[in-house]
Every structure is written in structure tokens, then in C-alpha cells.
Nanobody, 113 residues
Framework: QVQLVESGGGLVQPGGSLRLSCAASGNKFSIDTMGWYRQAPGKQRELVATITSRGATTYADSVKGRFTISRDNAKNTVYLQMNSLKPEDTAVYYC???????WGQGTQVTVSS
């Protein structure tokens, strides 16, 4: 019964930046591992980044050095800071609660000139 509400998607030029937010409901956010995934048209959904309750992070090789996942437990929110965006980053981005298995609704990120 965890609800995840994403925001921050939009259209950005190559080389630009965007910050995605995912606000979670419930009382277990602080002990939850959260993840960001993305899915481009015709492609499988792929894991982009994760962050544990203790702040340990992982990243897909394709985004290392460009994306940063973070969390604010006081706000029950996980973020994805995306810098140096490329056209191949274009996708619908989803957040996920690993404890509950819940997904956000997705937010569209389009990188194009």
C-alpha cells in the first residue's frame, strides 16, 4: 500500500539537467531501498540507480558520473539528479519501493534539440 508520486520530467536539450522527485506514502520509507528505472519505447525496463536506507548507491554503467540518486527521509522523497543528458536518456522514468514492490506512475523525460 505504498503510493509513489513522481514529478520533474519534461523536455530538455542535450547537455542539460533535470531533477526527478518521487514522494512516497507510508511509515517505512526510512528503512526502504528505493530505485529509479526507465523504459524507452520498444525496450525493456532497466534499472538506473538504487539507494538503500543507509545511503549506499548503485548506478547503471550508462549513467555513472552523470546521475545522482539521493533521498530525504524527512520528506519521504527520493530524487534523481540527471546532468549531461543525452538523447539516449529519453524514456519514461519510474521509481520503485523495494519493500512493497510498488511502482510510481512514471514521468516522461525527453532529451532533444
Amino acid at each position: 500500500q505504498v503510493q509513489l508520486v513522481e514529478s520533474g520530467g519534461g523536455l530538455v536539450q542535450p547537455g542539460g539537467s533535470l531533477r526527478l522527485s518521487c514522494a512516497a506514502s507510508g511509515n517505512k520509507f526510512s528503512i526502504d531501498t528505493m530505485g529509479w528505472y526507465r523504459q524507452a519505447p520498444g525496450k525493456q525496463r532497466e534499472l538506473v540507480a538504487t539507494i538503500t536506507s543507509r545511503g549506499a548507491t548503485t548506478y547503471a554503467d550508462s549513467v555513472k558520473g552523470r546521475f545522482t540518486i539521493s533521498r530525504d527521509n524527512a520528506k519521504n522523497t527520493v530524487y534523481l539528479q540527471m546532468n549531461s543528458l543525452k538523447p539516449e536518456d529519453t524514456a519514461v522514468y519510474y521509481c520503485k519501493s523495494f519493500l512493497s514492490g510498488s511502482w510510481g506512475q512514471g514521468t516522461q523525460v525527453t532529451v532533444s534539440s
